[in-house]
């Protein structure tokens, strides 16, 4: 390992390179947001729904966890601009790592929900709750606490896939890594830094859960 | 059911007028009208596409692509990169993605009933890379030295019978990457590197006068930009720039380009006569 070239070369690719992280920041900011959004409503609607609604969201739940996120990648990039919707690459890549997410979370929302007594919702109902109220303050607060663990899981299995984007022509934070190695063939030291980096934004992510996980145990 | 019928014929009336719309508008008119060129390429691949130590695209792709944007716009510079993997050159121009693709593609009959292609702007083949002052003086010391030769290789599964058509008793060690294949050739575990001869004449370019290519050639095949097919007035265009390119008035500017990334000085095309028919 030429360890000063690597750094000169870093040096050199510092931009390119940190506008990778950039995207790759971003896009799994937006995925894991709006796929935690839509996903507690997929697993309301698992839970709560009438039968069809059931059906429904379960091929729906059950072809995304069933399909690879690089096949569902391409079909958003691909299949949505021979439909009429031309997305960029970037927003296709986000729509198809808010719709995986989307499934993980409804499926945790749904086991946690599932959790919880059926007599709370009873009790909650006979005072005169309505069914919002009683998600806000019997439900969820306790959901939460199974909830968070096994989303910190998804959130960062949506950074380690954010690298498939790269196939549809997203300059996320592995292909500009790729393309600093191109050009220096110092492949091991920087697939080694950029592991290193993705390890650090897992790592965060997980110390914020942890965090906000103590935050709402029962003391 | 008549209903249906009615809808179903007026919705392949509307397609029908759609396309025939969209035949007499070309390409080359929207993107005029646009006012800069879609290009599909690669980032990862010198001499080709690579983004280079000023964090520009750079290579000799981008400058087939640039020459198109100068014909255009009169500007090289009018272009908006798509950085598509080599997976994604025939579908990003089957959809509408890019204008044109210029990003090292072999030209096949396969692909070649998918997209159309140009002109080829490049042969590419197989080339021997020895180290200058090395044990083998050339192409036919090798071969006469039959076994005795270790050649290194790119791992693949065609590595050894690819080295055996030019040297049909060497040795072959294949190696996982390039710079590892190189170290041998470096080392002297290799007496030669066979390699694209591109990759080979861009790795004579950087690292002046400590290699030679032994000067011998095999495996050929095209390298051409790709468009959507059905838009003949298009093709054309990219054609005739890529034509012009290689022997008319754009000739310095390929001439220019070959030179920076592949090390040769392009003889002018010769005057008179036209080179094609010759």
């Known amino acids: 390992m030429n360890f000063s070239l690597f750094l000169t070369e870093l040096w050199n690719a510092r931009m390119n390179l940190l506008a ?18 839509l996903g507690v409503f997929v697993g309301l609607a698992m839970t709560y729904g009438n039968k069809p609604t059931r059906f429904g969201v379960r091929l729906y739940i059950d072809f995304l966890r069933g399909t690879p996120v690089f096949v569902l990648i391409l079909a958003c990039f691909y299949i949505l601009s021979v439909v009429g919707l031309d997305l960029s690459a970037f927003q296709a890549g986000v729509l198809a790592l808010t719709m995986f997410c989307s499934s993980h979370v ?33 439900l969820l607060p306790q959901a939460l606490r199974q909830i968070l663990p096994t989303w910190v899981n998804t959130a960062t299995e949506i950074v380690k896939a954010s690298t498939l984007l790269s196939i549809i022509g997203v300059v996320e934070l592995l ?8 050009r220096t063939y110092l492949s091991l030291e920087f697939y080694l830094f950029v592991g290193f980096v993705y390890f650090i934004l897992n790592f965060l992510i997980e110390q914020a859960g942890r965090a906000v996980e103590r935050r709402i145990s029962i003391p | 059911m008549t209903f249906l019928k009615t809808i179903a014929v007026a919705a392949l009336m509307t397609a029908t007028a759609g396309s025939a719309i969209a035949q007499e508008a070309s390409k080359l008119q929207q993107v005029l009208d646009r006012g800069y060129l879609i290009l599909g390429t690669g980032s990862t691949n010198p001499p080709w596409h690579f983004i280079d130590s000023d964090n520009k695209l750079k290579g000799f792709d981008v400058d087939m692509g640039r020459l198109v944007a100068k014909a255009l716009f009169g500007d090289p510079d009018k272009i908006e990169y798509v950085q598509q993997s080599g997976d994604a050159r025939i579908p990003n121009l089957v959809t509408d993605k890019v204008d044109l693709a210029c990003q090292f593609m072999t030209v096949t009959a396969e692909r070649a ?7 080829p702007y490049y042969r590419e083949g197989v080339g021997l890379l020895q180290m200058e002052g090395g044990e083998y003086a050339d192409y036919e010391a090798l071969k006469a030295a039959g076994s005795d030769v270790t050649v290194a290789v790119l791992q693949n599964v065609y590595a050894e019978e690819m080295v055996h058509a030019a040297l049909p008793e060497a040795e072959v060690d294949q190696y996982d990457s390039v710079d590892l294949m190189y170290q041998a050739l470096n080392s002297g575990r290799a007496d030669a590197a066979a390699t694209d001869q591109s990759a080979l004449r861009w790795f004579m370019v950087k690292n002046p006068g400590r290699y030679h290519d032994a000067g011998y050639g095999w495996n050929p095949q095209s390298y051409s930009c790709g468009v959507k097919p059905g838009d003949q007035r298009w093709l054309n265009f990219v054609n005739t720039v890529l034509h012009e390119g290689m022997t008319g008035v754009e000739f310095p500017f390929y001439a220019d380009s070959f030179k920076t990334w592949f090390g040769t000085e392009l003889s002018v ?9 010759k």
């Open chain 2, 113 to 119: 009933q998918q997209i159309e292609f140009t002109i």
């Open chain 2, 269 to 277: 095309p010769q005057i008179g006569f036209p080179v094609e028919y």
């Open chain 1, 175 to 182: 292909l500009a890594t790729q393309q600093v190695i191109s």
């Open chain 1, 106 to 138: 409804g499926e945790i929302v749904r086991g946690a929900l599932k959790a919880i007594p059926a007599g709370q919702t009873e009790a909650a109902k006979s005072i005169g709750l309505t069914f919002g109220q009683t998600f806000a303050y019997v």
């Open chain 1, 20 to 37: 990778g992280l950039g995207d790759t920041v971003l896009i799994s900011v937006a995925s894991v947001l709006l796929g935690t959004f």
